[in-house]
T-cell receptor, first 111, second 113 residues
Framework: SQQGEEDPQALSIQEGENATMNCSYK?????LQWYRQNSGRGLVHLIL?????REKHSGRLRVTLDTSKKSSSLLITASRAADTASYFC???????????FGQGTRLTINP | DGGITQSPKYLFRKEGQNVTLSCEQN?????MYWYRQDPGQGLRLIYY???????QKGDIAEGYSVSREKKESFPLTVTSAQKNPTAFYLC????????????FGEGSWLTVV
């Protein structure tokens, strides 16, 4: 069962622009995480936001969480060609002991 | 270096064969996971294990089997009962706790020939 759904499925922007990806989920969560995957590689953890947090920053990343709307967004500022990858949100539901991943957003940064 | 090692990176399976994907971690993590990823899709959970000698089915366990005889090892067998096994398989591990940040291996590509 897919808990998270990312939007858009694919995003193509020019280098230097900001990229925003959204994630919606269905059940109450303990935390929400964002991961990055380069083509044909494993996933790498980017950032975690707890259910009692509304916003979190890490370098050029900004994540927001709205538990009333069951949604989260990931903003990448001043994008670079190296940011080209797929980005996944994952939710950790209370008592679930496992992460459930969304379908991902495929981000392409054009030089 | 600490991490998760998956092998082989590429594997070809003939119809009716069982194949086993290896996953080893030296992070001293309690929990280990197997995910399947189809091209352009998200990850689907096959099996997971919170402790040695115990494991649970995920969302798509049919046609797969696992064992957890050692803390550092969690091999996945793709049996002949799995009718569409061609996919990218990802192994992951984490310290069991409140915040399950997961660490992934580099994945194994399985193709049926």
């Amino acid at each position: 069962s897919q808990q998270g759904e990312e939007d858009p499925q694919a995003l193509s922007i020019q280098e230097g622009e900001n990229a925003t990806m959204n994630c919606s989920y269905k059940t109450s969560i303990n935390n929400l995480q964002w991961y990055r995957q380069n083509s044909g590689r494993g996933l790498v953890h980017l950032i975690l936001i707890r259910s009692n947090e509304r916003e979190k920053h890490s370098g050029r990343l900004r994540v927001t969480l709205d538990t009333s709307k069951k949604s989260s967004s990931l903003l990448i500022t001043a994008s670079r060609a190296a940011d080209t990858a797929s980005y996944f949100c994952a939710t950790d539901a209370w008592g679930a002991q496992k992460l459930v991943f969304g379908q991902g957003t495929r981000l392409t940064i054009n030089p | 270096d600490g991490g998760i090692t998956q092998s082989p990176k590429y594997l070809f399976r003939k119809e009716g064969q069982n194949v086993t994907l290896s996953c080893e971690q030296n992070l001293n993590h309690d929990a280990m996971y197997w995910y399947r990823q189809d091209p352009g899709q998200g990850l689907r959970l096959i099996y997971y294990s919170q402790i040695v000698n115990d494991f649970q089915k995920g969302d798509i366990a049919e046609g797969y089997s696992v064992s957890r005889e050692k803390k550092e090892s969690f091999p996945l067998t793709v049996t002949s009962a799995q009718k569409n096994p061609t996919a990218f398989y990802l192994c992951a591990s984490t310290v069991s706790g409140v915040e399950n940040t997961i660490y992934f291996g580099e994945g194994s590509w399985l193709t049926v020939v």
